[in-house]
């Protein structure tokens, strides 16, 4: 059946691309760009030597390198694919073996501290284009990507002020091609946005099984047994990397704090409705929030299915 990526391009868009990091995102990369022909070569890199083995065994890339130094020599387009924490410490090891002329690239979910951190460290003949593919599963790992992931989500670029046009363009060809929706967007406004339709939601789900995980004892196992529908949904959330997500909290600080303390305003307006039985407030309130799901539904962000858009088992496929 078709993937709905569209036939492969007839040229690739890049000669060489190297990918650091092979996790969902960086593995789905390798896989869409493979089926797609968006380059000549694909180098890949990582620092476990268990996810390069596997990577090999996958077939995810031409070449596995040992060393991000390595993975970027000739490359003309390489992506970062590491945690947000991770990213300077990545620019600082690759930033003399860039070629001039390449487009460096990354696929954090916090934009301002990432350009603070990589942006010094990149030499002035490579054009820096952050991005920020926004898809994803709670799935880590090689062996999570698939080369659909990216179809019909929405790709962010957050070039800094004065990058070079032409990188922009090519960068957001390069996501197009990959099955993406591309929106330019300013870096802290990013931050803002996502905080409160990604980072804040996260948090919210690991508060939310953790103190269910404290209950668990109390209840003799019950939490478990009858988890209903919303707090499954919560769990596949809290499911997600560890790691990616705390470098998100404490690289996204501010933005988040501030979406906390909004809603931790509306939170305590919903406690005061509950309490004064104020069943109109309450009707309305879920009324218009059923409406913003409905929305996302009708944007293609997400399906009416039962499984709540969830991948199929082809769609998992390499």
Request: hydrophobic share 45%; proline share 5%.
């Amino acid at each position: 059946m078709p993937d709905g990526l569209g036939a492969p391009l007839p040229a690739p868009l890049f000669q060489r691309l190297a990918i650091i990091g092979l996790g969902l995102i960086g593995s789905s990369i390798a896989r869409v760009a493979r089926r797609k022909n968006l380059a000549g070569r694909i180098v890949v890199a990582d620092r476990s030597e268990d996810v390069r083995r596997r990577a090999v065994k996958l077939g995810l890339a031409d070449t596995v390198e040992t060393s991000a130094a390595s993975a970027v020599e000739d490359a003309d387009l390489v992506i970062l694919c590491v945690p947000v924490g991770a990213m300077g410490g990545v620019a600082e090891e690759i930033g003399p073996h860039l070629k001039s002329g390449a487009i460096l690239s990354d696929a954090g979910s916090v934009k301002g501290a990432v350009i603070t951190a990589i942006s010094k460290r990149v030499p002035a003949s490579v054009y820096f284009v952050p991005a920020h593919p926004v898809a994803g599963t709670e799935e880590s790992g090689p062996d999570a990507g698939f080369a659909t992931l990216f179809r019909n989500r929405w790709c962010i670029l957050t070039p800094p002020e004065g990058t070079d046009q032409k990188a922009v363009a090519r960068l957001a060809e390069f996501w197009t091609a990959a099955g993406a929706n591309v929106e330019i967007m300013n870096p802290a406004h990013h931050d803002l946005v996502l905080a409160i339709t990604s980072h804040v939601p996260h948090l919210i789900a690991y508060n939310i099984v953790g103190t269910a995980a404290d209950l668990e004892t109390v209840t003799q196992s019950e939490v478990i047994k009858f988890s209903a529908g919303g707090f499954r949904d919560f769990t596949r959330i809290a499911a997600s990397d560890p790691t990616m997500w705390r470098d998100v909290f404490l690289n996204n600080r501010e933005a988040v704090l501030e979406m906390l303390g909004r809603f931790t305003e509306d939170l305590t307006a919903l406690q005061r409705m509950i309490r004064n039985g104020d069943g109109k407030g309450l009707f309305d309130l879920f009324t218009r929030t059923r409406a913003i799901r409905r929305g996302i539904i009708a944007e293609g962000q997400e399906t009416a299915a039962p499984d709540f858009g969830r991948r199929t088992g082809e769609e998992n496929g390499s």
